[in-house]
């Protein structure tokens, strides 16, 4: 097992070297998987289909809590091994929003066609017989499969010894039956119209709260041979970091800009997605702005002024400050778990950076 | 690790009791995440679509040739973790069936509702907002990459050994790999009319011989501690058995009847997939009958007379004939392969009897 130089890791992890790291395992898992399929005759398309959605952007979020869980147990240099186990879970976090912007029949995603749509263009450039958009959701479908096999190789290949890999694959299998729980409870809320917050956070808690936060931030610590001390202290700060997270996305969805956020801001209200801020809306809303609220909200034919209308009640009743104030009270929490925490300083600074930046971005 | 009765399992295998064994183990994980789910406020229509799904038939094939593996290494009792391992292969199987089902639009499987089909009626039935067959097309996204995730789960609680663990799972992402490289090579593939009998073959290879024969029977001699040349032969028995049992899998296809096969006989007509059977009887097709065959296959209005218009031309080419022969060489070959393998007696007789059903049967 490769052993990263010391060197300032001990005292501030450098986040940015951490991200190149394991963007440098994806490139070369990808380039690998390319000359594989070229030598057995198999489509190279899949491979590349990756590599052009995994590298047009992204936080790498997952990679760098699970690094991070890794030091906030260990105080020297990080091995290869636990930057692979990162890359694996930007692998799999690829299958999640492939799966996840076919089902929401997104467009585009980092600013860029999602994977359905650009594998449907291909199929219509290439005159192939047969309907293009089904072709393309069928391939998406695959593509996505693909990833999240391949995000099991990457862990399986990492070198981790067995006991660390018997100590995180009970931690993977949670995080994925709960991301896919969440996605399903998304899917069978959205377009309910109601009122109720508590299902709303039920589901940021599952999507986002353990899956981007929680789980990362175990496997890191499992590997590093934290205890269950441990496990519970990032609990405590992750959960309420990664509703925090979530609400922000919540508010960008829904006031954000194409330009800084890679999105349409009027998909989350023209799909009906049930966010905390609705609920809360929808709760706060008087006869009109409820009868309003009705007509716009998973209205497929939203446009600009409607999406302003439905952001004008947002604010009206409210909401958008609750939301807020939400934020700021699960950052708090989150700061407070991690003075409690006995975490090393290299990771307990890289947490409180990383809480700042999730809960202030703007895009 | 519960060691089963070694009974008569040393001198003949019962393949009735392995199949219930392995049932056992599916019912009662699904039950369990039933269960689970009622405790954490998630919807139980999850595993019980899964219940339902795997419960409605299936051969059990790649669990018995896994179970048959490690006999073919191992002369007494199998333990539950191959068991078990054989359960999570079952899994990862409807995982795959379910999405296939979805890209290919079927309306059942096993005579009854495909996935999608069933929790888009669910949808319906339920009078929620949002298009049914939009929500049931995602839901069985989800539970399909559920059942993928799950198998992974029965592998990792199987009680297996560090070293049986680190053996299997290089094998089990192989397969994977695979497996989903035919599925998409047979997307890309389907209407394109060619009559590239190798191409078909290629599709085969993948989708079936390597991932219903092969790796199975890999999964279970490494899990019984066999090397290298153990698994040549396997897969020298394997591969050619494999592709006989697609081949026949085609004709039923092609000239079975909904009754004994559980789907419609002019679906794969109607979806115009390249089969080496459809290849072939292009090659051999004169100037009307390839008019015919271009304006019969892939038409989505193909009524039973067309189906029949096909089926005589498919027989009238000898292309129906010349599978038949495919199969014949290809059922010697494994069955040679088998006499030259050093296999257990009884793992032996167990794979004769089942290379016997599998390009025999009728459905």
């Not at 694959?169 to 309910?192: A, I, N, S």
């Amino acid at each position: 097992m490769t052993v990263y130089p010391a060197s300032a890791a001990a005292s501030t992890l450098d986040l940015p070297v951490i991200r190149h790291d394991v963007d440098a395992v994806l490139e070369e898992f990808l380039r690998h998987k390319v000359a594989a399929a070229a030598d057995s005759f198999l489509p190279d398309e899949v491979p590349r289909a990756l590599e052009v959605f995994v590298f047009a952007g992204g936080k790498r979020l997952r990679p760098l809590l699970c690094v991070i869980g890794w030091h906030a147990v260990q105080d020297h240099g990080v091995t290869s091994a636990v930057v692979r186990a990162g890359a694996a879970l930007e692998m799999f976090h690829a299958f999640a929003l492939i799966h996840d912007d076919l089902m929401d029949r997104s467009d585009t995603r980092r600013g860029r066609p999602t994977v359905h749509r650009a594998l449907a263009d291909r199929h219509r450039a290439s005159r192939a017989p047969g309907d293009s958009d089904r072709v393309g959701a069928s391939a998406a479908i695959l593509v996505g499969d693909l990833a999240l096999a391949w995000s099991d190789e990457l862990l399986h290949t990492a070198g981790l010894s067995p006991s660390q890999l018997a100590a995180v694959l009970p931690v993977v299998d949670m995080m994925r039956t709960e991301v896919m729980y969440g996605q399903y409870l998304d899917l069978v809320t959205t377009g309910r119209f109601t009122a109720d917050v508590g299902a709303a956070l039920r589901v940021i808690r599952l999507k986002t709260a353990k899956y981007t936060c929680e789980r990362p931030l175990h496997i890191g610590a499992l590997l590093g041979g934290g205890g269950p001390e441990v496990l519970a202290a990032c609990t405590a700060f992750a959960l309420p970091l990664g509703e925090a997270f979530q609400l922000r996305d919540d508010l960008l969805g829904a006031y954000g800009s194409v330009g800084t956020t890679g999105k349409s801001a009027s998909d989350d209200f023209r799909d009906g997605k049930q966010t905390v801020l609705l609920a809360l809306a929808l709760q706060r809303a008087d006869d009109s702005q409820q009868r309003m609220l009705r007509k716009l909200i998973g209205n497929p034919d939203l446009d600009d002024d409607g999406a302003a209308g439905v952001r004008e009640i947002l604010t009206a009743t409210g909401a958008r400050q609750e939301v807020e104030r939400m934020i700021r009270a699960r950052f708090a929490r989150a700061l407070h778990a991690l003075d409690e925490a006995s975490f090393t300083p290299s990771a307990t600074a890289a947490l409180r950076r990383l809480a700042h930046t999730a809960t202030e971005r703007t895009a």
